[in-house]
């Protein structure tokens, strides 16, 4: 008896016809060719690669802005949620001609490069979902400057017996910390054990700033707070409080895009949160593979902000006694193409 290919019900089916060996989708006048939707890669509920590659078909319009122009670290499942993760930055030799990718000299400056994959249509998205991406993890700049952060964040991760709702009390001192500053903040569930909050900023600070920025805010956090915030790296020292990770802000760094779909047993999606719903403490696992597009037809991408409204965070960084370093306009500059990297320099 065959297996089933898609499980959930969702929104908007995938379309794939059988021929030779593998299924193939139309998408945007490209041809993906796909591979055993039958799958189960989530094996607690059932779900399989085809609702996989479904899932990100139906979330492409809202996950769209968080991925266009950003080159995308593959973490790859082949066997599903249960199986052996693969981390690679370099585009596969097997990846089409036609998806994009953003070729990026090392941050370390010692010459090496990675051309990585960027997800800048929906073929592209599909794709990297069929060659297992459970979960999109995008760098902090676009390409073809990445060395230019475009947001500041805080990454809040609990450590048991700390929960999840003590890391959303966290987020709300932090949300209180950039208030002061007259800041705005964008709270995320990150799918998995934490807590995002956002500051879309204007390109021009480099990553250093922004990071000691975001080391200042946290300290202001812990000092209100040091019974349940902690900034201490050993992790036997963060027992029972939320760290608070702001080296996270930093060149070559990435994390899981708002709607990426996370390895977790329940297939939870990163979720982006209003403040009103931060009080009322969410769960992760009430946003996933299955209840999540009822909530973006009704209110939509609550993250847009983050892509669309950038601030100037220069006073706030002279404030908290950062000097603001500017990244120089050429220092790690990239280049979008097409095809193989040293076809696209003879062209």
């Known amino acids: 008896m065959a297996r089933p290919l898609f499980t959930v019900e969702l929104p908007s089916s995938v379309e794939v016809a059988a021929r030779g060996g593998y299924w193939w989708a139309e998408v945007g006048g490209q041809r993906v060719r796909l591979s055993n939707l039958d799958k189960v890669f989530w094996p607690d509920a059932g779900y399989t690669?085809?609702?996989?590659?479904?899932?990100?078909?139906?979330?492409?319009?809202?996950?769209a802005p968080h991925l266009r122009d950003r080159p995308i670290t593959l973490q790859r499942y082949p066997d599903g949620v249960g199986g052996q993760r693969f981390l690679h930055k370099t585009a596969p030799n097997y990846t089409p001609d036609w998806v994009e990718r953003c070729h990026v000299p090392n941050f370390l400056g010692d010459g090496a490069s990675n051309?990585?994959?960027?997800?800048?249509?929906?073929?592209?998205?599909?794709f990297l979902a069929n060659i297992g991406c459970i979960e999109m993890h995008a760098l902090h700049g676009r390409c073809p400057r990445p060395a230019f952060p475009d947001y500041v964040f805080f990454d809040l991760d609990p450590f048991e017996p700390a929960s999840i709702e003590d890391a959303l009390s966290v987020a709300e001192l932090v949300r209180a910390?950039?208030?002061?500053?007259?800041?705005?903040?964008?709270?995320?569930?990150?799918?998995?054990?934490?807590?995002?909050?956002?500051?879309p900023i204007e390109r021009g600070p480099s990553f250093d700033s922004t990071r000691?920025?975001?080391?200042?805010?946290?300290?202001?956090?812990?000092?209100?707070?040091?019974?349940?915030?902690?900034?201490?790296?050993?992790?036997?020292?963060?027992?029972?409080?939320?760290?608070?990770?702001?080296?996270?802000?930093?060149?070559?760094?990435?994390?899981?895009?708002?709607y990426s779909l996370r390895p977790t047993p329940e297939a939870t999606v990163c979720t982006p949160l209003t403040w009103d719903e931060v009080a009322r403490r969410p769960r992760p696992q009430d946003f996933t593979i299955v209840t999540v597009h009822e909530r973006l037809s009704r209110v939509g991408d609550l993250a847009e902000p983050v892509m669309s409204r950038p601030v100037d965070?220069?006073?706030?960084?002279?404030?908290?006694?950062?000097?603001?370093?500017?990244?120089?306009?050429?220092?790690?500059?990239?280049?979008?193409?097409r095809g193989r990297y040293r076809k696209a320099l003879e062209t």
């Open 177 to 199: 910390a950039l208030d002061t500053l007259e800041l705005p903040s964008y709270p995320r569930l990150s799918g998995g054990t934490g807590v995002h909050v956002y500051v």
């Open 49 to 63: 690669k085809g609702d996989l590659v479904a899932y990100y078909h139906n979330v492409w319009p809202f996950i």
């Open 212 to 258: 000691a920025f975001a080391e200042r805010v946290a300290r202001a956090v812990h000092g209100v707070a040091p019974e349940h915030v902690t900034l201490e790296w050993p992790l036997t020292k963060r027992s029972g409080r939320v760290f608070v990770d702001c080296n996270m802000n930093r060149r070559g760094q990435n994390v899981a895009a708002a």
């Open 115 to 126: 051309d990585f994959v960027m997800a800048n249509d929906e073929a592209s998205l599909l």
């Open 313 to 337: 965070i220069t006073g706030a960084m002279t404030k908290l006694g950062v000097r603001p370093d500017p990244v120089d306009p050429d220092e790690h500059r990239a280049v979008a193409h």
